[in-house]
């Protein structure tokens, strides 16, 4: 079962799930390195580094952070494929809130 809560709201987090499910690219399971030892219950992730990249990329923030929610829907799925059943997303910290309002905006 596919469930979501925090700080975003878990509508928001449920939708994301569901979403990505639906429409990320798929694993390998033929991979072995993909089934290869236990499976872990519980994964938790610091997205990091998505304006950085933006600007390395693309010149810009806004695309780094989009992209980031882009990978971030196909992890989701990858997920949901394995049987992880706990999945944590730190993807906004409270020094967000210090930036440019229009990027703050789009993140949301």
Request: charged share 20%; net charge neutral; glycine share 12%.
């Amino acid at each position: 079962a596919i469930r979501g809560v925090g700080a975003a709201g878990g509508g928001w987090a449920l939708l994301a799930a569901f979403r990505a499910a639906a429409n990320s690219p798929k694993l390998d399971m033929r991979d072995p390195c993909v089934l290869e030892g236990p499976m872990p219950r519980h994964v938790a992730v610091i997205m990091d580094g998505n304006r950085r990249y933006g600007r390395q990329h693309f010149g810009d923030a806004l695309s780094g952070h989009r992209a980031g929610g882009n990978k971030l829907h196909d992890f989701i799925s990858w997920c949901v494929e394995l049987g992880i059943q706990v999945l944590t997303v730190f993807a906004f910290s409270t020094e967000n809130w210090k930036r440019d309002e229009a990027e703050v905006n789009a993140m949301m």
